[in-house]
C-alpha cells in the first residue's frame, strides 16, 4: 500500500540514488532506463533545477536532488506510518516501525527485543538503524524514526521519554587484568592502566572531556573508537581498560569476558538511558506497544547484568 501511495517520480529518484545510476535502478524496479530518465528530465525541467550530477561513474545527486530524495524518505515513512494506523483501525496489529538505537545494544538486549517481537507480533515489521545519540536524536526529531534508544536524551518539547534509567559510570577489565579483584575504583586509578576509550562522535567522550580533562593532559588515549565492540575486544584481550556501563558490556559481563567495577567519586555523574519517542507527533497504538516492549527488554538486561554481578564471587 505505503509504496503505491509514493508519487512515481519521487521514487524513481531515491532509487537512482540508491543505486547510484539510472541502468542499476531500472533493474531493481524492473523498469526500463529510459523511462526513468524521462520521468527525472520532466521533474528537473519542471523544478527548473538539475536533479543528478551525470558523470562517467554514475549518477550524482545535486544539492535539489538530495532535497528531492529526502522528501520521498519523508514521503514512504509518513506512507508506510499511514498504512499502519488504517491497518489498526481495523483491528489488525501489524505495521512498521522505524527503530535508531545504539552500537552497544547490537549484542546486548536488541537480538531478544528482535525475537520477543516477531514472537508476539508477527505482522510488525521494524526497522534498526545503528547510530550515535546524536543522530538518534535528530532521527526522532526529523520523523526519520519512530522511536529510539539512546544514552543521555533529555525530554523536551521535541523529544518525550517512555522510559529511562540510570547508568552509573564504572570501568570494564578483564578477569585477569590486576584491577580485576576491585570493588570500587577511582578514575585515577584506572587510568593509571592503558585506556581505551570511545571517540567525540559518542556522549561518553564528551562527558569525559568535560568533567574530567585531567585525563587528556598528557594528549590522546592510546586508542579511541567510535566501535564499541573493538572497545570491548580491546579490554577483554587484557591489554586495556575503558570507562563505560554495566548495560553496555552485559553480554560479556555475563559470560565471564569482563568484569564491571563501580567508579566513585564525588564530581562523577551516571549516564542515562531511554526509550523516546517524538513529543510532536501522535503515537500510534502499535507504535506505543513495541515502544514499551523495548524498554522491558532494556530494563531486562540491566536487571540481569545486575542481579549476576550481586552474586558471591565463586
Known amino acids: 500500500m505505503s509504496l503505491r501511495l509514493l508519487p512515481r517520480m519521487l521514487n524513481y529518484v531515491d ?9 542499476g535502478a531500472a533493474r531493481v524496479l524492473s523498469i526500463s532506463a529510459s523511462a526513468i530518465d524521462r520521468q527525472i528530465l520532466m521533474l528537473e525541467d519542471e523544478l527548473g533545477a ?4 551525470r558523470q562517467a561513474g554514475g549518477m550524482r545527486l545535486s544539492p535539489a536532488g538530495e532535497l528531492m530524495v529526502a522528501l520521498a524518505r519523508r514521503w514512504r515513512r509518513d506512507a508506510h506510518r ?3 494506523e488504517i491497518e489498526q483501525l481495523k483491528g489488525v496489529h501489524q505495521g512498521f516501525l522505524h527503530l535508531a538505537a545504539m552500537d552497544s545494544h547490537a549484542n546486548g538486549f536488541l537480538p531478544s527485543f528482535v525475537e520477543r517481537l516477531t514472537r508476539e507480533h508477527p505482522r510488525v515489521r521494524v526497522e534498526i ?8 536524536e535528530r532521527a526522532l526529531t526529523d520523523g526519520e524514526a519512530d522511536f529510539v534508544a539512546a544514552f543521555n536524551l533529555k525530554a523536551s518539547r521535541e523529544i518525550h521519554l517512555v ?5 552509573p559510570l564504572g570501568c570494564i577489565v578483564a578477569p585477569g587484568h590486576p584491577l580485576a579483584s576491585s570493588e570500587s575504583l577511582t578514575l585515577k586509578q584506572a587510568a593509571a ?3 581505551a576509550l570511545q571517540s567525540r562522535a559518542l556522549m561518553i567522550r564528551r562527558y569525559l572531556e568535560s568533567r574530567h580533562g585531567w585525563l587528556f593532559s598528557d594528549g590522546e588515549p592510546p586508542v579511541a573508537t567510535n566501535s564499541l565492540q573493538l572497545l570491548k575486544r580491546l579490554v577483554s584481550a587484557g591489554t586495556h581498560v575503558a570507562f563505560t556501563s ?18 566513585q567519586g564525588r564530581d562523577l555523574s551516571a549516564q542515562t538511558v531511554a526509550v523516546a519517542v517524538s513529543a510532536r507527533r501522535p503515537l500510534s497504538r502499535i507504535a506505543r506497544i513495541v515502544a514499551d516492549i523495548l524498554a522491558e527488554e532494556v530494563q531486562a538486561s540491566l536487571d540481569a547484568v545486575r542481579a549476576f554481578r550481586a552474586l558471591p564471587p565463586q
Open 15 to 23: 532509487e537512482v540514488a540508491r543505486s547510484g545510476s539510472i541502468q
Open 82 to 84: 499511514v498504512a499502519s
Open 50 to 53: 538539475p536533479l543528478f550530477e
Open 129 to 136: 538503524d545503528i547510530v550515535s545519540t546524536d543522530q538518534a
Open 193 to 195: 592502566y592503558p585506556l
Open 246 to 263: 554495566e548495560l553496555d558490556a552485559a553480554p560479556e559481563i555475563l559470560d565471564g569476558r569482563l568484569k564491571f567495577i563501580p567508579l
Open 163 to 167: 522510559w529511562s534509567a540510570d547508568l
